[in-house]
């Protein structure tokens, strides 16, 4: 543990080694704390048969504690300059390939299948860059060998993404992550453990992919559509939201209400009081009205 590359000092000496200049576009924000990369394995609960998938190791303080606690690791990294460093600071691993390569435009299920055991999910262990959580979240969700992510974020993004009906923080983010899986937010992280420190909060999620759908959707891409829309103007009522979006519903009112009370759905609640079970009864009945 004290030769481990997250020690301060270690990932100081490194940096210098190779006079690295952390670039703040890439969301480069170090982890220089060997508790906190512990308590993110064991939130991950992968042991020595799981296949792990990294995004961004940076110097490979993450990575290195992924390597000891699993079976073998995939890491994409966009930043050519860290390349010949990780291949210093992880030569001690075999257990590790780094694709070298900006997730958001790798074809993720073909490399994970080339280099991770075709037998076994994956799951999804990163503090990922803040500036396109969003997008890598969205992106791997449809992936299916993705069993589960783990994974270190702006503590208000994880809030959103966690966030239940009802609340301030719920929202069409909330609705795209739930529909696919179980969220919680695992650990509020200090800003401290950072080199250097980031300007916002951090936190933990980890989330679980469902085991059956939690609703049944007649068509996801529709269903999608309808929830942000449902929220395109937090304080206006489902029927000010939908009708913004489709207007040849107007005409159609008294019938298309009448239908969604029979599911306990009224229009004139606002789109934060409904449930992924009410948005995928609102989009199929509404897939009736709409052409
Ligand atoms: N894992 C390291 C740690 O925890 O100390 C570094 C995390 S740092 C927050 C984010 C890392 O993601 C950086 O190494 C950065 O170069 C890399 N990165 C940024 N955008 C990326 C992208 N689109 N695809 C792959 N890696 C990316």
Redesign the pocket.
Known sequence: RQNAISTPSKTKEILQKYDFMFKKS??????IDTNILLNIVEAARIDEESNVME?????G??TEQLAKYSKQVLA????QR?LPILEDTLSDYDNIHVHHE???KADVPALLDQYLPAEGGVHVV????YY?TTPIILGLLKVPRIESFTIMMQKEVADRISAKPGTKAYGSLSIAVQYYMQAEVALIVPKTVFMPQPNVESAVIHLRRHEQPVAHVEDEAFFFVVTRASFQQRRKTLWNNLTASFAELKPQKEAFADELSAYDISLTQRGETLSIVDFANLANVLLKYVT
């Open positions: 890439l969301g480069q924000n170090f982890i995004v961004g190791p940076g110097i303080a993450l994409f990294e966009i930043d860290l900006d997730v958001l990163a503090n990922l860059p396109v």
